[in-house]
C-alpha cells in the first residue's frame, strides 16, 4: 500500500533496525509479520523511535545486535536519551506478532511479545497501546510532528493507532526549564572565564612578587655591610649573610624578631623607624 507525504521525509525501519527521527520526519515500518515493532516517543520534543524486533532476548555474540528484543529497546532508550529525552518521559506503542503463516503451535509470536513487553516494564517504560497477535501483516507509520501512530492491517487503509497528546503545561514547563538551564550555562561560561583572567592575573602577581623578592634579596646581599628589612611594626622580615655573620645568629630565627630588640636604646631605635616609614628617611638620628 503506498501512502503520500509530500512535506515530510520518509524513513524506513526495516527488520532488525533501530531507527530515530524528529521533527517533520515520518518513521515506517512494513510487512511486519511475526516481528514486534516498538514506537517510542517523547512529543514535546518531538522525537520518535523505531525499533523493528525480529527475535526474542539478546544477542549472545557480544556486541549490540538490534534484532533481538533486549538489544532494540537498549538502544531505543540510548538514543533518547541522546535527545534529552528523560526514561520517565518515554512512552510506546507496540505493533506486530502476527501468526502470519498460521502455524498450530507458534511459539515465534508469543516469544516475542513476552520478550519486549517484560523488558519494557522492568525499564519501566509505559506501553500506551498495542495491536498484537492475529495473522494479517501490518505497517507502521509514525507521523512525528502529528503525532499519530497508524497502522494497516492486511490490505485495510491506515487506522489510528494512537493518538500522542501534548500536554500544554507541561510542554511550556520544559521550555521554560531549558531556558533556566541555558541561562544558568551561559553565567557558569561567563563565571570560568573570570575565574581564568583572575587565575592568570594572579599567575602575574605572583610572578612580579617573586621577582621583586629576588631583586631586594640580590640588594641586600650585595652589601658587605649588616642589613634587615622590617615590617611596619618593626618585625625583621629579611637579612643578609653578613648580618647573620655579625649576630651568630640563623636568619630564620632573626626573622619574625623585634628589630629594636637589638638596640642598647630599643625605644630610641623604634622611634627612628617609624619616622622613616612616616617620612621616608631621615638623616643625623641621634
Request: glycine residues 6%; contains cysteine.
Amino acid at each position: 500500500m503506498k501512502h503520500a507525504y509530500p512535506e515530510n521525509e520518509i524513513i524506513d525501519v526495516d527488520t532488525g533496525e533501530t531507527k530515530i527521527g524528529k521533527g517533520s520526519v515520518i518513521l515506517r515500518s512494513s510487512t511486519i509479520g511475526s516481528c514486534v515493532v516498538i514506537a517510542g516517543y517523547s512529543l514535546a520534543r518531538k522525537v520518535g523511535v523505531l525499533a523493528h524486533i525480529m527475535v526474542p532476548g539478546q544477542s549472545p555474540y557480544g556486541p549490540r545486535n538490534t534484532k533481538y528484543a533486549i538489544d532494540a529497546i537498549d538502544e531505543l532508550l540510548s538514543l533518547m536519551a541522546g535527545q534529552g529525552v528523560k526514561r520517565k518521559n518515554i512512552e510506546v506503542c507496540l505493533v506486530g506478532a502476527a501468526n502470519v503463516l498460521k502455524e498450530k503451535d507458534d511459539t515465534i509470536c508469543k516469544n516475542n511479545i513476552d520478550s519486549v513487553i517484560n523488558y519494557l516494564r522492568e525499564k519501566k517504560i509505559k506501553i500506551r497501546t498495542t495491536a498484537l497477535g492475529g495473522i494479517e501483516r501490518r505497517s507502521l507509520i509514525f507521523n512525528i510532528a502529528k503525532g499519530n501512530i497508524c497502522y494497516t492491517e492486511g490490505e485495510s487503509a491506515e487506522k489510528l493507532l494512537c493518538k500522542v497528546r501534548q500536554n500544554a503545561k507541561k510542554i511550556e514547563k520544559l521550555k521554560a526549564h531549558e531556558q533556566q538551564l541555558e541561562a544558568a550555562n551561559q553565567q557558569l561560561r561567563a563565571s570560568e572565564q573570570q575565574l581564568k583572567a583572575a587565575n592568570q592575573q594572579l599567575k602575574a602577581s605572583e610572578t612580579t612578587v617573586k621577582e621583586t623578592t629576588q631583586y631586594a634579596r640580590s640588594l641586600l646581599e650585595a652589601s658587605f655591610d649588616p642589613l634587615v628589612t622590617i615590617s611596619k611594626d618593626g618585625k625583621i622580615t629579611d637579612v643578609n649573610e653578613a648580618t647573620i655573620n655579625a649576630t651568630g645568629v640563623s636568619r630564620d630565627k632573626l626573622i619574625g624578631t623585634d628589630f629594636s630588640s637589638y638596640f642598647t636604646e630599643p625605644k630610641k631605635a623604634r622611634q627612628g623607624y617609624r619616622e622613616v616609614f612616616e617620612k621616608g628617611s631621615i638623616s643625623d638620628y641621634p
